[in-house]
């Protein structure tokens, strides 16, 4: 469960990127959050993970308070989460398999368990064939699925994802949303920033607009609401 | 205790997944490893070659000052009960390590070798020795020469204590300042390849700064993230001194074979390959591994507060 209260978040520039906000999402929902460009999207999505520390306020992940949290305890927090990027952040010198893997070596987990849950996601993402080339030799929607496979290869309760389908195409796209959708109906909540109007509009889950800082719409099976 | 054995276990797994990972790197970055791995090299050649030639002179200079002794010439009037008293007289100053006697018939025969076929021309005195019965006198420490030859020089039945004076001086002068000289010159030549070393592991590090903020993300702790690279500074440092060390050993094999035989005799002598080479090995793979270690640890740790 996330819970946020009364959050706010000033840059050291001036910059008043969160202005207040106060929302709860519960254990296996699926949330779009929308809105424009430099509304606070991303600040919103980058403090669920810890990447930004809220000014004032407190979020709340699994009952842990975030923003409390020492910096050399943050990738021990970020375990219990799986967070996928719009540039997929995938190591570079690693094949798919060790990228996956790298989750589940960090917590010291038995070498066959390993073995078996990284073959088990790759399955799931349609990428066991793959599993040992390097990112470089895959397409960008295959770079994404080897992502989301390394979010969720902890078992996390919650998956933040930060524009997950912002360098894909469109086919490629829905591809990714199928992913989304199959682990959402495993019990992950999934908090998803996007752009994409079609999606949102297609795929009905609630959504979260924020403009300017604030929550402006908050609807159960809303729409995307903005001309793209 | 059961789960201190599981924990214990654990670690050693890890350390085993941090070492493979470390050698993985090394091959998986080649052009930076061949550019950290060049850059020990370098540095290392230098320090080893300018460490043998210290090692040396230092040898040098020792054996000098071992050479260094005084000669107690004594008076012809002193019998034999007088030369036994001054003996134990010499012995009592508390800088003497060592009295010997030296007749004056030995003395002779010492200086007719010492001057090969001119030399011949002495034989002439054997019959009438003009020279001295001596004591040689070492004393404990080289420095103390002067001092104690002077309190030697005014017990009774000694007409001189001879040590080289001025010289000797001289030469403890000049010891000194060149041992000052080469551990000055030995610490900036050290400090240099620190900085030369570091510095281009930092540049391999930077190129892979994503990497270890990645790693953070997926959660990944600091310590997770530094040990490989730790171990791949270490393996760099030790890589980057193998070859100066086939290199300085070749080399300095040649020049003691060459040398050795013509110091023969000579007070000059260099150290023996074996052990020296083998002991300059030694601190050359340790310094490879010290600068790799502290290169990788100093450059990663600037990457690791995401």
């Given at each position: 469960?996330?819970?946020?209260?009364?959050?706010?978040?000033?840059?050291?520039?001036?910059?008043?990127?969160?202005?207040?906000?106060?929302?709860?999402?519960?254990?296996?929902?699926?949330?779009?959050?929308?809105?424009?460009?430099?509304?606070?999207?991303?600040?919103?999505?980058?403090?669920?993970?810890?990447?930004?520390?809220?000014?004032?306020?407190?979020?709340?992940?699994?009952?842990?308070?975030?923003?409390?949290?020492?910096?050399?305890?943050?990738?021990?927090?970020?375990?219990?989460?799986?967070?996928?990027?719009?540039?997929?952040?995938?190591?570079?010198?690693?094949?798919?398999?060790?990228?996956?893997?790298?989750?589940?070596?960090?917590?010291?987990?038995?070498?066959?368990?390993?073995?078996?849950?990284?073959?088990?996601?790759?399955?799931?993402?349609?990428?066991?064939?793959?599993?040992?080339?390097?990112?470089?030799?895959?397409?960008?929607?295959?770079?994404?699925?080897?992502?989301?496979?390394?979010?969720?290869?902890?078992?996390?309760?919650?998956?933040?994802?930060?524009?997950?389908?912002?360098?894909?195409?469109?086919?490629?796209?829905?591809?990714?949303?199928?992913?989304?959708?199959?682990?959402?109906?495993?019990?992950?909540?999934?908090?998803?920033?996007?752009?994409?109007?079609?999606?949102?509009?297609?795929?009905?889950?609630?959504?979260?607009?924020?403009?300017?800082?604030?929550?402006?719409?908050?609807?159960?099976?809303?729409?995307?609401?903005?001309?793209? | 205790?059961?789960?201190?054995?599981?924990?214990?276990?654990?670690?050693?797994?890890?350390?085993?997944?941090?070492?493979?990972?470390?050698?993985?790197?090394?091959?998986?970055?080649?052009?930076?490893?061949?550019?950290?791995?060049?850059?020990?090299?370098?540095?290392?050649?230098?320090?080893?070659?300018?460490?043998?030639?210290?090692?040396?002179?230092?040898?040098?200079?020792?054996?000098?000052?071992?050479?260094?002794?005084?000669?107690?010439?004594?008076?012809?009037?002193?019998?034999?009960?007088?030369?036994?008293?001054?003996?134990?007289?010499?012995?009592?100053?508390?800088?003497?390590?060592?009295?010997?006697?030296?007749?004056?018939?030995?003395?002779?025969?010492?200086?007719?070798?010492?001057?090969?076929?001119?030399?011949?021309?002495?034989?002439?005195?054997?019959?009438?020795?003009?020279?001295?019965?001596?004591?040689?006198?070492?004393?404990?420490?080289?420095?103390?020469?002067?001092?104690?030859?002077?309190?030697?020089?005014?017990?009774?039945?000694?007409?001189?204590?001879?040590?080289?004076?001025?010289?000797?001086?001289?030469?403890?002068?000049?010891?000194?300042?060149?041992?000052?000289?080469?551990?000055?010159?030995?610490?900036?030549?050290?400090f240099t390849a620190v900085f030369l070393i570091s510095n281009t592991i930092k540049i391999t590090i930077i190129a892979r700064r994503r990497e270890i903020k990645i790693m953070r993300l997926v959660g990944a702790t600091n310590n997770f993230i530094r040990w490989?690279?730790?171990?791949?500074?270490?393996?760099?440092?030790?890589?980057?001194?193998?070859?100066?060390?086939?290199?300085?050993?070749?080399?300095?094999?040649?020049?003691?074979?060459?040398?050795?035989?013509?110091?023969?005799?000579?007070?000059?002598?260099?150290?023996?390959?074996?052990?020296?080479?083998?002991?300059?090995?030694?601190?050359?793979?340790?310094?490879?591994?010290?600068?790799?270690?502290?290169?990788?640890?100093?450059?990663?740790?600037?990457?690791?507060?995401?």
């Amino acid at each position: 469960m996330i819970e946020m209260q009364d959050v706010f978040k000033k840059y050291p520039n001036g910059v008043t990127a969160i202005n207040g906000i106060d929302v709860r999402i519960n254990q296996g929902e699926f949330v779009y959050v929308v809105g424009p460009s430099g509304a606070g999207k991303s600040t919103f999505i980058k403090m669920m993970y810890r990447e930004e520390v809220p000014t004032s306020g407190t979020i709340t992940m699994n009952g842990v308070n975030v923003a409390k949290i020492k910096n050399k305890k943050v990738p021990i927090f970020r375990r219990n989460l799986g967070v996928v990027f719009q540039d997929f952040k995938l190591l570079p010198t690693k094949t798919v398999y060790e990228n996956v893997a790298f989750a589940l070596e960090v917590i010291e987990a038995q070498p066959k368990f390993i073995k078996k849950r990284v073959m088990e996601v790759l399955d799931l993402v349609n990428l066991k064939h793959k599993a040992r080339m390097l990112p470089t030799e895959l397409s960008g929607g295959e770079q994404q699925r080897v992502s989301i496979a390394r979010s969720i290869v902890n078992s996390p309760k919650i998956v933040i994802a930060d524009e997950p389908t912002g360098n894909l195409d469109p086919e490629t796209s829905w591809e990714i949303m199928n992913i989304f959708e199959e682990i959402n109906n495993r019990g992950t909540t999934i908090v998803m920033a996007t752009h994409n109007r079609e999606i949102v509009n297609t795929i009905k889950h609630r959504v979260i607009a924020i403009e300017a800082g604030k929550i402006a719409r908050d609807e159960q099976r809303g729409d995307y609401g903005y001309e793209n | 205790m059961m789960n201190k054995e599981v924990i214990t276990v654990m670690k050693i797994r890890t350390l085993g997944r941090h070492a493979t990972e470390s050698f993985k790197s090394i091959g998986r970055n080649g052009w930076m490893t061949f550019a950290s791995v060049s850059a020990v090299t370098v540095t290392l050649i230098l320090v080893g070659v300018f460490f043998v030639i210290m090692m040396n002179l230092n040898k040098v200079a020792e054996t000098i000052e071992e050479d260094v002794q005084i000669r107690v010439h004594i008076d012809v009037a002193a019998n034999a009960e007088d030369q036994q008293k001054l003996k134990s007289e010499i012995e009592n100053i508390s800088e003497v390590q060592s009295v010997k006697f030296s007749s004056k018939e030995q003395e002779l025969e010492e200086l007719i070798k010492s001057m090969g076929e001119d030399g011949q021309a002495f034989k002439l005195f054997e019959q009438d020795n003009p020279l001295n019965d001596v004591f040689i006198v070492k004393t404990k420490n080289p420095q103390d020469t002067m001092k104690a030859a002077n309190q030697i020089g005014k017990l009774q039945y000694v007409t001189k204590a001879v040590y080289g004076k001025g010289t000797v001086e001289k030469l403890f002068n000049f010891i000194k300042a060149s041992r000052n000289v080469g551990i000055v010159l030995i610490a900036g030549l050290f400090f240099t390849a620190v900085f030369l070393i570091s510095n281009t592991i930092k540049i391999t590090i930077i190129a892979r700064r994503r990497e270890i903020k990645i790693m953070r993300l997926v959660g990944a702790t600091n310590n997770f993230i530094r040990w490989p690279f730790f171990l791949e500074g270490l393996w760099l440092g030790i890589l980057g001194a193998i070859l100066p060390i086939i290199l300085i050993s070749i080399a300095y094999y040649n020049a003691y074979e060459y040398l050795a035989p013509k110091l023969v005799g000579n007070f000059i002598q260099i150290l023996p390959f074996n052990p020296f080479v083998y002991q300059v090995s030694g601190v050359l793979i340790l310094m490879g591994a010290l600068i790799g270690v502290w290169g990788s640890v100093m450059s990663v740790r600037k990457f690791l507060k995401v």
